[in-house]
């Protein structure tokens, strides 16, 4: 468990090199959310973006990304939603560790 | 709003990439405006064709890497991307190796795109 | 046709790619240190006569240059020239 001061006021991590799976489960029980198999595909997906693009994504590119690599069932908002409800682009860069997009609202 | 009156904005980019915070600045504007369905085109202009330099290494000087968050562009529909022709031969620019895909343009080509654009926004 | 503005000296990138952009029927309005490339005579000015260009020049910051004497006063205008300007073109580029 990382301690509090490690997260910023919104509750993304300050430090990005602190993060591993076990800070992920944290975010996401701090969020309510329990993490499935379909959650940590997204995560995965989300730690790409930010290697290929050196930037956390807004929810279209995150749509736009997710049908190009795991196909058009996934690449929907619906089902992005679902998964993290609310702003699946800012909760699930949270939980995967990622800077706070810049343009979410 | 309807698309059919939705102003075009064209972001004149004059800046390299590291040089000031402009460069970063404008690109963030892009990506902000497409993300509210803003119809967003670039133009690379000047100095602004030195931010398409490949195997841009920021994290050797401690910032983010423009590069590759260009390269990110078409995920946002941005597809309106420009460069000035006469800028990409000054500094022998490899266009094919550019982190996003960009058109070259003449200097009457891009008096033309100016004219085609409501709002001209100059970084 | 596009009212330009350039806030930059003639030695910058913003004056030579302002320049190179120039179209007939343009305006240019020069303020801070764009008002140097009014100075009759030098290369900067003598671009701007070629380009045809319709150029101004802020009043204010040309006297605050101390160059005001050395501009026809045809070219200068207030703040109000420069409203009046924006009204009469519907796109504006900035230089600087």
Redesign the interface.
């Given at each position: 468990m990382l301690p509090p001061d490690a997260f910023d006021r919104d509750g993304f991590l300050r430090r990005l090199d602190d993060w591993t799976p076990d800070v992920a489960r944290q975010i996401a029980s701090a969020e309510g959310l329990a993490l499935t198999e379909g959650h940590w595909e997204i995560i995965e997906l989300l730690r790409n973006y930010y290697r290929?693009?050196?930037?956390s994504?807004?929810?279209?590119?995150l749509v736009?990304?997710c049908a190009l690599k795991l196909g058009s069932d996934k690449g929907r908002s619906i089902y992005l939603m679902s998964l993290f409800p609310g702003s699946p682009a800012k909760l699930g860069s949270k939980i995967a560790g990622l800077p706070k997009p810049?343009?979410?609202l | 709003m309807a698309a059919s009156e939705a102003k075009r904005v064209l972001l004149v980019i004059r800046h390299s990439p590291y040089g000031s915070s402009l460069a970063r600045a404008s690109i963030d504007l892009a990506l902000a405006a497409a993300a509210f369905d803003q119809d967003v085109s670039l133009l690379f202009l000047g100095d602004g064709v030195l931010q398409l330099c490949p195997d841009q290494q920021a994290d050797a000087v401690g910032s983010r890497n423009l590069g590759r968050l260009l390269a990110s562009l078409p995920l946002y529909d941005i597809t309106q991307v420009y460069v000035d022709a006469d800028a990409v031969t000054r500094y022998r620019l490899d266009l094919a190796a550019a982190p996003v895909t960009a058109q070259a343009l003449d200097r009457q080509a891009i008096s033309q795109l100016m004219g085609s654009h409501d709002h001209l926004v100059g970084f | 046709m596009i009212l330009h503005t350039l806030n930059a000296s003639p030695s910058s990138a913003a004056f030579a790619d302002c320049l190179r952009l120039i179209s007939p029927g343009d305006a240019l309005l020069l303020l801070g240190d764009g008002v140097y490339a009014a100075l009759p005579g030098t290369p900067a000015r003598l671009a701007l006569d070629d380009s045809a260009v319709q150029l101004y020049v802020l009043h204010d910051d040309a006297a605050a240059a101390g160059i005001l004497g050395r501009i026809d006063s045809a070219h200068l205008i207030d703040i109000q020239g420069f409203v009046e300007l924006t009204e009469r073109f519907s796109r504006q580029m900035a230089w600087y």
């Open positions: 290929e693009f050196d930037s994504p807004a929810m279209r590119p736009k990304y810049d343009n979410c | - | -």
